[in-house]
């Protein structure tokens, strides 16, 4: 199953809502996970079961869909979630990843 | 608390083999499955495949069989990957993770071991 996301990068200020898209190239029901990565850094989960927050994640990070289109959603962009996002499906084997949704300054 | 730690960078030749680890600690070892990822400088993730800790049962993502093997040494809660007949196109960070309670998400996953394949 691929993954495409939307877009591969973006510019935002602190504070702002910012909306990134992940497509499936077949369903997936809701087996599809969000990761934040910073530079050097491993990933860390932010949303699975697409749309349930892991604890300890700041409720500004949301997510939604099910299906083949998925959405995560940072309300109001803070200076540390500058980094890129990744999406990943756990429907089908192999398990697959996004290209990434970088977010910047 | 819960935590992969993986051993340190490698700095291989074409042809060569190179073994990475990954000990896990915070949790029953052989309750969770573990699995390998990869990511190429500059470049998103590729799955590699899984180990079930509790058989030790192996699972490869196609392209990744043969040069890469999954193993374990569950008495420190150790898991493996070794890969044979390096190419520089295995120059990655290559990361473990273990599957989340519900299956549906990896967490936590190891810091990353990069392994650069140069002559």
């Known amino acids: 199953i691929q993954l495409t996301q939307s877009p591969s990068s973006l510019s935002a200020s602190v504070g702002d809502r910012v909306t990134i898209t992940c497509r499936a190239s077949?369903?997936?029901?809701?087996?599809l996970a969000w990761y934040q990565q910073k530079p050097g850094k491993a990933p860390k989960v932010l949303i699975y079961a697409a749309s349930t927050l892991q604890s300890g994640v700041p409720s500004r990070f949301s997510g939604s869909g099910s299906g083949t289109d998925f959405t995560l959603t940072i309300s109001s962009l803070q200076p540390e979630d500058f980094a890129t996002y990744y999406c990943?499906?756990?429907?089908?084997?192999?398990?697959?990843f996004g290209p990434g949704t970088k977010v910047d300054i | 608390q819960v935590q992969l730690v993986q051993s340190g960078s490698e700095l291989k030749k074409p042809g060569a083999s190179v073994k990475v680890s990954c000990k896990a600690s915070g949790y029953s070892f052989t309750t969770y499955t573990l699995n390998w990822v990869r990511q190429a400088p500059g470049q998103g993730f590729e799955w590699l495949g899984w180990i079930n800790t509790n058989t030790g049962n192996p699972t490869y993502a196609q392209g990744f069989t043969g040069r890469f093997v999954f193993s374990l040494d569950t008495s420190v809660s150790t898991a493996y990957l070794q890969i044979t007949n390096l190419k520089p196109e295995d120059t990655a960070v290559y990361f473990c993770a273990r599957d989340s309670s519900g299956g549906n998400w990896f967490d936590p996953w190891g810091q990353g071991t990069l392994v650069s394949v140069s002559s």
């Open positions: 990943q499906q756990l429907n089908t084997l192999p398990l697959t």
């Open positions: 077949q369903g997936i029901s809701s087996y």
